[in-house]
């Protein structure tokens, strides 16, 4: 756990950047401090690495205060991702992300062996890419490595300063779903500062909000959206917060059961068949379509009665729930039908269920 | 790959022309031919003091000893202006060497003799205190080029100080150092010449005694030299360069 205690920060010119702030940011969870520009998150995050000291305050990581420990001992146990990420332009990939191992005085073959594990993980190929320069990869290739280098040498904790900033948003989208997977398999205690609420919203467990020094709200992402105390956190958040606490939610938790209709088989399925429609799979349980109950007539073939379906109409149970709900609207349905992988039919999520998240939170 | 075959073709063309350099400067007859052929009214085509070998030899290390002293010192002082501990010093040193080029050489040589006497080591001091100003500016706007983001992803994984000058201040500004080193010996090729007014010997002794005696032909034997010396030292420093930043 890391827990800041009264931190103020007041630079030379006298600006005030860090009012009187106390957190308590829980361990293997990802907080993020947000706010506008200038509102002290950054200042606040560069603290806990001693990069900046604070004017008052304490800091302490697991009960130690920092400010007793080395700042190079310290730094080298803290992962760190920076804004335009800092990598190292006359370095390869290889001897960025291995830089903390090699001031650890990590056996090579133990580095070699973390070295192709890491760039696997944020999904980079080793052979393609150990030897690369820098300026030979995209920006997202790029950030990638700079998260890789943060994570060498296995750090408990990672400070991330608006690590997906200078990407596109596509890039940034891709990236973040794969940082989710990243911090679900490692869980390391994230402190992650960004202005942007949606990625906010996206990664974060704990959520601080942050103006003029202070943090205003520090809870969890669900109860900031639920119920945020002042107007400012209410804005900041903006008006479509039921949407938002959407995001946060996966289709598979709310998906309904219910039996597909193989087409391959008899008619008489349909009797079983309670609601007006069903969804259809083939002989290996591929979806493929929904047929209408009422269509049928007798001696019709199912697959005469067929209604097949685009794939922007079916939805993957790692989809969110706001995802679901806006391809609802564009499709014009009441319900969609959720797939694996292998397009195997998993169940459906209707626009019911999704009015009884949203009142219920 | 391709770096490297040009930069293994640029020091075989060196190599060639330093081959050239030094079978040119040896053969003494050919120049005693060509200058007799163009100044046929000339007594005495060659200068007496000794082979061009000799001067050029002498003239390289004058060169040497200074650009090398310029060269451990003014990057030394680059580095302490920027670190933390140096840092009220940043702008004396910049104000220095901008202020230190308005100089002519001359005029520090003239200043350097009433302390230090005629002959090598006065010149030495001239020209050290000529070249190391590109190389202390060169080494400050290098070390300064180097992104404030990067040294910060450096201090953030946990090197000290001196690890951030060693594997990434200096590495990164690399190329700029050593351009200012090359700009500093190159002029001070040309410079080292005026020490043969105090008897430093070198190129610049046929120069000296041709202007006084009126003789173009021992002109020629220190000017043409000097000239090619400039070159050859240039494009090996340039070489090195080329290849640093390659790497």
Not at chain 1, 13 to 18: E, M, Q
Not at chain 1, 61 to 84: C, F, H, M, P, W
Not at chain 2, 93 to 103: D, E, P, R, Y
Not at chain 2, 226 to 233: E, K, P
Request: aromatic share 6%.
């Amino acid at each position: 756990m890391i827990k800041l205690e009264g931190i103020t920060k007041r630079y030379d010119d006298r600006t005030l950047a860090v009012d009187n702030v106390s957190l308590e940011i829980p361990s293997n969870q990802l907080t993020v401090l947000i706010g506008p520009s200038g509102c002290g998150k950054t200042t606040t995050l560069k603290m806990i690495n001693r990069i900046i000291s604070p004017t008052s305050g304490k800091i302490l990581i697991d009960g130690r205060d920092i400010s007793t420990v080395d700042a190079k001992e310290l730094r080298r146990g803290i992962g760190y991702v920076i804004q335009n990420i800092g990598l190292f332009p006359h370095m390869t990939v290889r001897e960025n992300i291995a830089t903390v191992p090699r001031l650890l005085k990590w056996e090579k073959s133990r580095t070699q062996l973390r070295l192709d594990q890491l760039l696997e993980l944020v999904g980079l190929e080793p052979s393609v890419f150990s030897d690369k320069l820098p300026r030979e990869l995209s920006g997202g290739q790029a950030q990638r490595v700079g998260v890789a280098r943060a994570l060498a040498a296995d750090p408990p904790i990672v400070l991330m300063d608006e690590p997906f900033g200078a990407v596109d948003p596509l890039t940034r989208v891709k990236l973040q779903d794969e940082f989710v997977r990243i911090q679900k398999e490692l869980s390391k205690t994230i402190v992650f500062v960004t202005h942007d609420i949606d990625e906010a919203i996206r990664l974060a467990d704990r959520i601080g909000v942050m103006k003029d020094g202070k943090v205003l709200q520090y809870d969890s992402a669900e109860d900031i959206l639920a119920s945020p105390k002042n107007k400012f956190v209410h804005d900041f958040m903006g008006s479509d917060r039921a949407l938002k606490r959407l995001s946060r939610r996966s289709v598979n938790e709310f998906m309904e059961q219910s039996k597909p209709l193989f087409v391959s088989k008899g008619w008489e399925q349909l009797k079983e068949v309670k609601e007006s429609f069903v969804w259809a799979v083939d002989e290996e349980g591929k979806l493929i379509g929904w047929i209408h109950v009422s269509d049928f007539k007798e001696g019709k073939h199912l697959s005469e009665m067929l209604t097949e379906l685009s794939d922007d109409e079916m939805l993957s149970a790692e989809s969110t729930v706001k995802e679901a709900l806006s391809r609802m609207l564009e499709s014009g349905t009441m319900a969609l039908p959720v797939i694996g992988k292998e397009k195997e039919f998993l169940g459906q999520i209707s626009m019911y269920k999704i009015q009884e998240i949203t009142r219920n939170g | 790959m391709a770096k490297k075959t040009i930069s293994r073709k640029s020091w075989i063309a060196l190599a060639v022309f330093a081959g050239a350099f030094l079978l040119l400067i040896s053969s003494t007859g050919l120049w005693e031919t060509v200058l007799s052929f163009i100044f046929p009214t000339t007594r005495q085509v060659l200068h007496p003091r000794g082979t061009l070998l000799r001067l050029v030899g002498e003239h390289l290390w004058l060169v040497f000893v200074s650009s090398g002293l310029a060269t451990i010192f003014g990057v030394g002082i680059g580095i302490v202006v920027t670190r933390p501990f140096g840092k009220q010093y940043l702008p004396l040193a910049t104000n220095m060497s901008s202020l230190g080029q308005t100089f002519p050489p001359v005029a520090v040589l003239a200043l350097a003799v009433p302390a230090l006497g005629f002959g090598f080591r006065p010149t030495v001091v001239a020209l050290f205190l000529y070249g190391i100003l590109p190389i202390i500016r060169n080494t400050i706007a290098g070390i300064q080029s180097v992104s404030s983001e990067v040294k910060e992803a450096a201090f953030g994984t946990g090197m000290s100080q001196l690890q951030v000058l060693a594997k990434i201040e200096l590495p990164l500004s690399l190329r700029v150092i050593m351009s200012g080193i090359r700009i500093s010996a190159v002029i001070n090729i040309g410079t080292a010449t005026v020490g043969a007014t105090i008897g430093a010997g070198g190129l610049g002794s046929p120069i000296i005694a041709g202007l006084v005696g009126e003789n173009p032909a021992f002109l020629l034997q220190g000017a043409i030299p000097a000239a090619l010396l400039a070159f050859l030292i240039d494009s090996f420093l340039g070489n090195i360069e080329k290849s640093l930043s390659a790497a």
